[in-house]
């Protein structure tokens, strides 16, 4: 079903775009970023699923990393540490 309706959306998105920006229809040009919008949203980024069977004897090991920090962490990271050494290094 899912497939259906992926293939309608990207025929009706392309069919739009195509009939509005080449052909000047406005309402088509509507159509097609509508559709455009709908694929949009709706392919969000799915998690990923690993199916393997495993062995007698074998083992998983699930891992969670941190996120990376934010350039503003960073920031804030650097200005502790100069503050904490005072305003011109350390004397």
């Not at 040009?29 to 069977?53: H, I, N």
């Amino acid at each position: 079903m899912l497939q259906l309706v992926d293939r309608l959306s990207r025929r009706i998105m392309r069919r739009g775009l195509r009939q509005g920006m080449l052909e000047g229809s406005s309402l088509w040009l509507v159509v097609g970023m509508l559709a455009w919008l709908f694929r949009l949203l709706t392919t969000a980024e799915q998690p990923k699923v690993v199916r393997e069977e495993i062995a007698l004897g074998e083992s998983i090991v699930v891992t969670h990393l941190p996120a990376p920090p934010t350039r503003r962490a960073r920031r804030r990271a650097e200005r502790a540490v100069q503050g904490a050494s005072g305003p011109h290094g350390a004397a």
